[in-house]
């Protein structure tokens, strides 16, 4: 690695698909060809998904990339005259680069930067000198700077390893197993020295003497300790940190990813108790799993010291051994019954004015009554056998080690030294059994919820198609057909009765389709093949002349925005920006939010603008504004219309609406939707 001029390091666009490759570390080659500029970012986002990684896009302004690049890595950045960078690794100060001969580069941050800027400075540096005449250089670079941080930066894509990366590439990611074997070795040096510090004070208490120069070994000794236990500490944060929020990464891609079918059968008290569990498995499985590991390695190296004692540390253990098994299974019953609790009472929140209604009122509480009953049985049981797991155990292991040393130090046999390794091994297990007893039923707590959240980690596995369209594959001309449906059929259960029987349905573009039929009869089903959140069983579904598996999930997505009907659709605890720009991309653009506050207004929703204090910017959702039903249809209407794409799908999405708003409303939709299928009761 060597410093170097910007141009050494350049990848030209012909080899961007060659960076990409060098970037993700994978003999892998890319297909397809390197699209337009203005289609960079889609291309590279679909190739990074082939090669089994995420892209990040970096948003940034002009004025602030220091700040943001300094910790980009690895990443691919653009730069102008549609070149690149490779970056590896990048610090305050430094970016380390790899280049098309794959040799490596130290390029200065900050020059890397001013080439970033140079041509929006040189415009802007030249309007300024036009407008306020002559001023010193120190002025105009002030004036230059401010102007620059209006303009923004999106031209760095940050790679991240896949959340549903195989287990082994998943512990990669996060560091696991580089920082496991770091926080071992400190972790065995410090108890090593420690023993060597006990040795060697216990070989001075039994013999009596005070020697200057052992004291002052032994002292060392312990300051050399100082630093082992700090770095011990530090990798236990790291380790929890790393894990855990890869593992909240995960979760949420795996939630992400759960059919409609695996979702709709769940109550709301469910969600909620895998929230819990999902935090539970964090906080008790990091804490209790790196103190039970270290317990165990103490355990282990006191082993070595023990000499002939080692053999009642493997009879202690084994006779603990039924203790923790007999711990474990009511602790899982324990959990279980308070799940259930949770679980029950979310949904008896739900329905609390029904019972009001329906049940006397001696009856309101009965089953909760019940429920605190077997639970307090249960909490009581589980109590005393993790206060006997935690007090016998430890406690127990020090008598009976203390116990089979006494008869040789009684009869002055075995040499001080060794009688002091000896002792300081029995203290060792003992602080050993007493961290992994203490850590056990956090790593019980963490098992036990596992097995609810072990699906939405198994579920981001999942694989996605990805395509093979790309934009050199895209007709000149826009087909006259959009969507295309031949003979399609689907079933909720494969043995159940045919929600859709060969059905089949042509929607050219710019035609406005109304759909209609009674309750019941299919249409929001057909709706969701269309959109893609459902696959047909069977049949032809096209769009654009080409199929899912050519298009990919993401890229037909893309095709078709649709509007669910209320109940399935969603305001969530953000912005108002961000719930109507939300399938658009984010954070927006200046002309985003433009467009969206435009809509908002064509669809009537200009009352709402003006009552909010901030604007698009005013939270809203549960715990913001409390948005009327007609305004949250419009909202869901305004969402699908801002991801311009080529076919809308509004199921039943004026059913709330009053004449006024409703013409409003259809005049807005049928001016701004390219091609629009419409769903309705007749």
């Known amino acids: ?46 190739q990074a998904a082939h090669l089994g990684c995420e892209i990040q896009p970096l948003e940034s302004t002009l004025a602030d990339l220091e700040s943001d690049l300094c910790d980009a890595s690895p990443a691919l950045l653009r730069l102008p005259g549609d070149s690149y960078l ?57 004036l230059v700077r401010e102007q620059l941080a209006d303009i923004r930066f999106d031209q760095c894509w940050i790679l991240q390893g896949s959340p549903g990366a195989p287990p082994l590439a998943w512990l990669r990611q996060a560091k696991v197993i580089a920082n496991t074997a770091k926080l071992l070795t400190a972790h065995t040096v410090q108890y090593l020295l420690w023993l060597a510090s006990w040795a060697i004070l216990g070989s001075l208490s039994f013999s009596g003497r005070l020697d200057r ?36 990464r995960r979760l949420m891609a795996g939630a992400l990813r759960l059919a409609p079918e695996e979702i709709r059968h769940q109550g709301i ?13 964090e906080t008790l499985a990091l804490s209790g799993g790196i103190a039970g590991l270290l317990a165990i390695v103490e355990i282990a190296i006191s082993a070595f010291f023990l000499g002939r004692l080692a053999m009642l540390l493997a009879l202690w253990t084994a006779l603990t051994a039924p203790l923790a098994w007999k711990f474990f299974n009511r602790y899982r019953a324990w959990t279980g019954t308070r799940l259930e609790m949770t679980q029950d009472a979310i949904e008896g929140m739900v329905g609390y004015r029904t019972r009001l209604a329906q ?91 596992w097995r609810r959240i072990g ?50 349905l042509t929607v050219r573009r710019g035609e406005r389709i109304l759909l209609e039929g009674s309750s019941g009869g299919g249409k929001t089903t057909f709706a969701s093949l269309l959109s893609g959140i459902r696959e047909p069983e069977s049949g032809l579904l096209l769009m654009n002349g080409l199929d899912r598996d050519t298009l990919g999930d ?55 603008l003006d009552r909010m204090p901030s604007g698009l910017m005013q939270m809203v959702g549960e715990g913001g504004w409390q948005l009327s039903h007609g305004e949250r249809s419009r909202i869901y209407i305004a969402r699908a219309l801002l991801q311009s794409a080529e076919l809308v799908i509004l199921d039943e999405s004026f059913a709330a609406l009053d004449p006024e708003s409703l013409h409003s409303a259809l005049e807005c939709t049928l001016n701004r939707a390219e091609t629009l299928l419409v769903i309705a009761h007749p």
Request: aromatic share 8%; with cysteine.
């Open 455 to 504: 699906p939405l980690f198994r579920a981001a596995a999942r694989s996605e198609r990805f395509g093979q369209a790309t934009a050199t594959t895209s007709p000149a001309e826009p087909p006259e057909k959009v969507l295309q449906t031949d003979r399609l059929t689907f079933r909720y259960r494969s043995t159940g009765p045919a929600a859709l029987q060969s059905c089949s």
């Open 269 to 281: 008290g469910s969600f909620l108790g895998q929230v819990f569990e999902a935090e539970a498995v």
């Open 86 to 142: 490779v970056i590896r690794h990048s610090s305050s100060r430094i970016l380390s680069t790899v280049a098309p001969d794959l040799t490596r580069h130290r390029l200065p941050l900050v020059s890397v930067c001013a080439a970033i800027r140079e041509p929006a400075a040189r415009t802007r540096r030249a309007e300024i000198e036009r407008a306020v005449g002559p001023q010193t250089s120190e002025t105009v670079d002030l």
């Open 359 to 449: 049940e006397p009122r001696e009856n309101w509480h009965e089953e909760e009554d019940r429920a605190l009953a077997a639970y307090l049985d249960s909490s009581r049981f589980t109590d005393h056998i993790a206060n006997w797991l935690r007090a016998a155990v430890p406690r127990g292991w020090l008598i009976a080690g203390l116990a089979c040393l006494a008869p040789s130090v009684l009869a002055g046999e075995t040499a001080p030294s060794h009688i002091a390794i000896t002792l300081g091994g029995i203290l060792l297990a003992f602080t050993g059994f007493k961290r992994l007893t203490a850590a056990f039923a956090d790593i019980v707590g963490a098992v036990v919820p």
């Open 554 to 608: 993401r890229r037909w997505r893309r095709h078709v925005a649709s509007a669910p009907q209320f109940h399935e659709n969603h305001i969530v605890t953000e912005t108002l920006a961000f719930n109507l720009l939300m399938g658009r991309g984010w954070p927006p653009a200046q002309k985003d939010l433009l467009e969206a506050e435009a809509v908002c207004r064509e669809l009537s929703l200009g009352d709402l």
């Open 1 to 46: 690695m060597r410093s170097s001029s910007i141009d050494a390091a350049f990848w030209p666009a012909s080899k961007l698909p060659d960076a990409l490759r060098v970037l993700a570390n994978l003999p892998e080659q890319l297909t397809g060809d390197v699209p337009l500029q203005e289609e960079i970012s889609a291309w590279i986002e679909r």
């Open 213 to 248: 120069g052992w004291t002052i070994a032994w002292a060392l000794l312990l300051m050399t300790l100082v630093p082992f236990r700090l770095a011990t500490t530090w990798l236990q944060g790291v380790l929890a940190i790393g894990v855990g929020g890869l593992l909240k």
